[in-house]
């Protein structure tokens, strides 16, 4: 009899230390599941300093580039045309023509020398001051565009010889023709036809 209700009573300690080790070991797995929560929390709370100092970096950086002040350019056009001093187009192109016979009509060269093929003649006539114009007027260089009426990538330039009443130019001009051969020919002008005059005033 003493010896069962040792044994009973050894089964009863047996349930009650299993129960608090029970006990103890959720607590351990609650106090780690706060503590892993703890720290996603103070991590997700680094982030947001993180992600809320790197904002501030970039609306500083914005603002610093946003207020940086631009000196604006300003482009010198000459008041008055400026002259050339020779004919250095190579002989027997439309711009050797027309530069040598501008300056047999007006006694002056057109002064550009560079970036200078025909079609960037109306350019170079604003860079020098000169005079551009849709409206021929005798004695002024006509300049066809890339691939107006004929012309190929660089364009043509010949002289205005006659105003035709028929909304045509006749003009003189060299390489229409062939190389270095001089010819005369008719160019429509107007709206949307790729022509323009240009004089030194």
Same mark, same amino acid.
Request: proline letters at 3%.
């Given at each position: 009899?003493?010896?069962?209700?040792? /044994?009973?009573?050894?089964? +009863?300690?047996?349930?009650?230390?299993?129960? *608090?080790?029970?006990?103890?070991?959720?607590?351990?797995? @609650?106090? @780690?599941?706060?503590?892993?929560?703890?720290? *996603?929390?103070?991590?997700?709370? +680094?982030?947001? &300093? !993180?992600?809320?100092? &790197?904002?501030?970096?970039?609306?500083?950086?914005?603002?610093?580039?946003?207020?940086?002040?631009?000196?604006?350019?300003? @482009?010198?056009?000459?008041?008055?045309?400026? =002259?050339?001093?020779? !004919?250095?187009?190579?002989?027997?192109?439309?711009?050797?023509?027309?530069?040598?016979?501008?300056?047999? @009509?007006?006694? #002056?060269?057109?002064?550009?020398? /560079? !970036?200078? !093929?025909?079609?960037?003649?109306? &350019? =170079?006539?604003?860079?020098?001051?000169?005079?551009?114009?849709?409206?021929?007027?005798?004695?002024? #260089?006509?300049?066809?565009?890339?691939?107006?009426?004929?012309?190929? +990538?660089? %364009?043509? *330039? &010949?002289?205005?010889?006659?105003?035709?009443?028929?909304?045509?130019?006749? *003009?003189?001009?060299?390489?229409?023709?062939?190389?270095?051969? #001089?010819?005369? +020919?008719?160019?429509?002008?107007?709206? %949307?036809?790729?022509?323009?005059? #240009?004089?030194?005033?």
């Amino acid at each position: 009899m003493p010896k069962t209700h040792s /044994i009973s009573q050894f089964g +009863s300690q047996h349930r009650v230390v299993s129960m *608090v080790a029970g006990q103890v070991v959720i607590m351990a797995a @609650l106090a @780690l599941m706060l503590l892993g929560t703890g720290m *996603v929390t103070a991590q997700s709370a +680094s982030a947001k &300093a !993180n992600t809320n100092m &790197a904002t501030q970096v970039a609306t500083t950086a914005n603002v610093h580039t946003t207020s940086a002040q631009v000196t604006p350019v300003t @482009l010198h056009t000459p008041s008055t045309a400026v =002259r050339g001093r020779g !004919n250095y187009f190579p002989w027997g192109q439309c711009t050797y023509y027309a530069n040598m016979r501008y300056y047999q @009509l007006h006694g #002056i060269y057109v002064p550009w020398t /560079i !970036n200078s !093929n025909a079609y960037q003649w109306v &350019a =170079r006539a604003y860079d020098y001051g000169w005079h551009v114009s849709a409206t021929p007027t005798v004695g002024s #260089i006509m300049v066809l565009g890339t691939w107006t009426q004929g012309t190929g +990538s660089y %364009g043509h *330039v &010949a002289i205005v010889n006659q105003v035709l009443s028929n909304g045509r130019v006749l *003009v003189s001009q060299m390489n229409w023709a062939g190389l270095g051969v #001089i010819s005369q +020919s008719q160019f429509r002008y107007g709206p %949307g036809s790729g022509v323009s005059f #240009i004089t030194d005033k």
